[in-house]
């Protein structure tokens, strides 16, 4: 068995044991009743992942749809969606692939967008993303966004320490975990980098590390603004820290999650 899919089964499979919170559903469920009322909704998620996000969705009578480039991640969502006869799920890159058309909601949850994975320039992949959301939206259509936002992204992101965010076994017998050494924050280009590597020993014994390199593009709340703007989006709500509390403006130390609820014109 080769090590890359060892690798990837093995993340997806911590993704789902350390990643499975709700409060962030519930919210969102929440928003979607105070703004459309209970009439069922045609859905699109980007980058559905397992499933957490858009099989609630589908449970609440919604019809949703989503796609996720990673395979591993898909196979935990078909699990969770089935016998569901009102959600479907593919394969696809959310940069360069075509999204659809007509839907009524796109969600855009998860911290998406400060989690891209693409070739192309981050901030280009973070615009890209909000633009291809219009394009697979109707007229009057909404976008729901969830990302972290902090007033001091240098004090939040300048962090050269070691640690472990996932670590355990997967069914397969894979045990591993993963170390990242910090990040390093520039203020003048917003760009957040970090290293690091997973270390993994099979169900046989084989020793890997996978070393990993990152970076992101860290955006203001008012470069986000423009972006829907120069989309089409009109910003109808703001929502922080999955409350019904306004991002304030400017933000201050208590915001680290923004929530946004735009119209497309």
């Not at 990643?19 to 009439?39: I, S």
């Not at 969600?107 to 070739?119: F, Q, T, Y």
């Not at 992949?125 to 972290?148: C, E, P, S, V, W």
């Not at 007033?151 to 472990?164: C, D, G, Y």
Request: hydrophobic share 35%; charged share 20%; proline share 3%.
């Amino acid at each position: 068995m080769k090590s890359d899919f060892i690798a990837k089964h093995w993340y997806a499979s911590m993704y789902e044991k350390f990643e499975n919170q709700t409060h962030d559903v519930d919210f969102l469920l929440r928003v979607l009743t105070e703004q459309t009322g209970n009439q069922p909704q045609n859905i699109l998620e980007v980058a559905c992942g397992g499933g957490r996000i858009c099989v609630p969705l589908a449970k609440a009578n919604h019809f949703v749809t989503g796609f996720d480039v990673d395979e591993h991640m898909l196979l935990n969502c078909y699990r969770r969606m089935s016998g569901l006869a009102n959600i479907r799920c593919y394969q696809a890159d959310a940069a360069i692939s075509v999204w659809g058309v007509a839907f009524d909601l796109v969600v855009m949850a998860g911290n998406i967008l400060i989690n891209i994975e693409s070739e192309i320039d981050y901030k280009e992949a973070q615009k890209t993303l909000i633009k291809n959301a219009a394009a697979a939206l109707r007229t009057g259509g909404h976008l729901y966004m969830d990302f972290d936002l902090h007033n001091n992204p240098t004090a939040r992101f300048n962090r050269l320490k070691e640690s472990s965010y996932f670590k355990g076994t997967d069914e397969l017998g894979t045990n591993g975990r993963t170390v990242s050494y910090g990040s390093v924050y520039d203020p003048i280009t917003q760009i957040c980098t970090g290293t690091g590597h997973w270390e993994l020993t099979t169900n046989s014994g084989e020793q890997i590390n996978i070393p990993k390199c990152w970076y992101k593009h860290i955006p203001t709340h008012m470069q986000v603004y423009d972006w829907l703007s120069d989309a089409g989006f009109t910003i109808e709500r703001t929502y922080q820290n999955y409350t019904a509390e306004p991002i304030p403006e400017p933000i201050g130390e208590a915001t680290n999650r923004a929530i946004i609820w735009a119209r497309k014109l």
